[in-house]
């Protein structure tokens, strides 16, 4: 298994703030990055996918992507009760591995209404 | 649309029991995934196919039978199955290696 990390949290934001999401990962040719919310006992919900460098939006979530560091994280802006939930970094393998799509231990995000 | 259904919702098995989990897309994906999530922890990666071929089977027991008829179902037999194997069994499906993966709403299992 590729090793992704994210802090578990759990992370409590008020309602309104920004919450920083962070997510690291040990195999240096992954190619794409995502982040899923995944709510008690539901399936994992796509919210973001990012390829390249740089940062990425869609509406009130910004990822952000560096391949040097090996970094990706997800901000969400004025954040509302309805985003409490786990949110789970997903990496997919390098060119030579291919179909590979390894999680994160995931975050817990609790915003305070 | 990005739907990929699983049958059943829930199960129930004995630990003889033989059962069929299923998983069906028909947005042309040629990739599908079958992934175990136990509760509190991140999805656990079991097997993935990529053109109907099995292209990645990480380790799982061979209690757990992956098969792929087509491109658009993915199946997983389940035999002689042991109480820790109880968790939500995921699908998901991707268009092509390396691309978004879309999951179904989970087979929550539970053996008995």
């Known amino acids: 298994q590729k090793e992704v990390e994210q802090n578990s949290g759990p992370l409590s934001v008020p309602e309104g703030a920004i919450a920083s999401l962070n997510c690291t990962y040990s195999d240096r040719g992954s190619q794409s990055f995502f982040w899923y919310r995944q709510y008690s006992g539901k399936s994992p919900e796509l919210i973001m996918s990012i390829y390249s460098n740089g940062d990425k939006e869609d509406g009130r979530f910004t990822a952000q992507l560096n391949k040097a560091s090996q970094y990706v994280s997800l901000l969400i802006r004025d954040s509302q009760p309805s985003d409490s939930a786990t949110y789970l970094c997903a990496v997919t393998g390098n060119s030579n591995t291919g179909n590979q799509f390894y999680f994160g231990t995931g975050t817990s995000l609790t915003v305070i209404p | ?112």
């Open chain 2, 1 to 112: 649309d990005t739907e990929v259904t699983q049958t059943p919702k829930h199960l129930v098995m004995g630990m003889t029991n033989k059962k069929s989990l299923k998983c069906e897309q028909h947005m042309g994906h040629r990739a599908m995934y079958w992934y175990k999530q136990k509760a509190k922890k991140p999805p656990e990666l079991m097997f993935v196919y990529s053109y109907e071929k099995l292209s990645i089977n990480e380790s799982v027991p061979s209690r757990f039978s992956p098969e792929c008829p087509n491109s658009s179902l993915l199946n997983l037999h389940l035999h002689a199955l042991q109480p820790e194997d109880s968790a939500l069994y995921l699908c998901a499906s991707s268009q092509v290696e390396n691309t978004e993966a879309f999951f179904g709403q989970g087979t929550r299992l539970t053996v008995v």
